[in-house]
């Protein structure tokens, strides 16, 4: 079985300060990947960054990159120079391989900007 | 707009209704996934279809059921409605069985059973 743990309470940021969000996993498949999805108020899950299994080096998309540590089995999202924007629920999920090719997410992470 | 359609986007109904939630997956993609967000549970997994046949089954009440049509739009049936149904229904597509291309959602059918 694969499992998504994401432990932090309500997180806060001070505006253009970077954050990281804690995720870490546990599945027993050799082949998987990770991902991580922001949820503003408005209810959308929105795409940020993927992470291979296989991938060597970690993954970056603009201000969002992924602190990927395969033998803690963890993958922490850190956000960069962070905006009002970012205000939202953060949530990380992963795929396995196989029958397991569906999504498991954590229960989330509220993350909040100050200005 | 992430090419994933549903709806309705909202839909109150009373306890022991039926309701209908639609699909249409992201053009290309064969996969559709059901996901339900309750404040409770947070986000689970229904069930995955995959060119029309069934591929994974999560934790989907009996009461429920879908489907996937040859034109790859998908249906969540949701019967017998109770209280604790009222939740947030995603339905997310990819382009192959085993969402080798990552995921992409819908913006969520917002279901109130009264």
Known sequence: ?115 | DSGVTQTPKHLITATGQRVTLRCSPRSGDLSVYWYQQSLDQGLQFLIQYYNGEERAKGNILERFSAQQFPDLHSELNLSSLELGDSALYFCASSRTLHGKYGYTFGSGTRLTVV
Not at chain 1, 10 to 27: H, P, R
Not at chain 1, 38 to 52: A, C, R, T, V
Not at chain 1, 76 to 95: E, H, K, P, T, W
Request: glycine share 8%.
């Open chain 1, 1 to 115: 079985a694969q499992k998504i743990t994401q432990t932090q309470p309500g997180m806060f940021v001070q505006e253009k300060e970077a954050v990281t969000l804690d995720c870490t996993y546990d599945t027993s498949d050799q082949s998987y990947g990770l991902f991580w999805y922001k949820q503003p108020s408005s209810g959308e899950m929105i795409f940020l960054i993927y992470q291979g299994s296989y991938d060597e080096q970690n993954a970056t998309e603009g201000r969002y990159s992924l602190n990927f540590q395969k033998a803690r089995k963890s993958a922490n999202l850190v956000i960069s120079a962070s905006q009002l924007g970012d205000s939202a629920m953060y949530f990380c999920a992963m795929r396995g391989a196989g029958a397991n090719s569906k999504l498991t997410f954590g229960k989330g992470i509220t993350l909040s900007v100050r200005p």
